[in-house]
């Protein structure tokens, strides 16, 4: 069982930064692949960005690439978005997830969530 929480979300003004964390429980958080997805009031669950196992290829949806940055931190069990150059449309609550295999989590079905963190952008 992976247990993940995610944390620093915030409000922040159009043009700020944000850098959200993903603390996962587990001995063998190395082996999963991690992914950020966001849910915006009104909108379907949207792809923001995943990274493989050992952190060697990311994957970035087009409405955030150049924005964002996915790495992870094995040693400290962390995977994290940084976020830059923010816009209200960014405005959501974003959640991680993690699966042992890179593809399903970018496909939105990874066997782990956590429970999100809020991510307001004003204008």
């Known amino acids: 069982q992976v247990q993940l929480v995610e944390s620093g979300g915030g409000l922040v003004q159009a043009g700020g930064s944000l850098r959200l964390s993903c603390a996962a429980s587990g001995r063998t958080f190395g082996t999963y692949a991690m992914g950020w997805f966001r849910q915006a009031p009104g909108k379907e669950r949207e792809f923001v960005a995943a990274?493989?196992?050992?952190?060697?290829?990311?994957y970035y949806a087009d409405s955030v690439r150049g924005r964002v940055t996915i790495s992870r931190d094995i040693a400290k069990n962390t995977v994290y978005l940084q976020m830059n150059s923010l816009k209200p449309e960014d405005t959501a609550v974003y959640y991680c997830?993690?699966?042992?295999?890179?593809?399903?989590?970018?496909?939105?079905?990874?066997?782990?969530w956590g429970q999100g963190t809020q991510v307001t952008v004003s204008s």
């Open positions: 997830a993690a699966d042992q295999l890179v593809g399903t989590v970018l496909s939105g079905t990874g066997r782990f």
């Open positions: 990274i493989s196992s050992g952190g060697g290829s990311t």
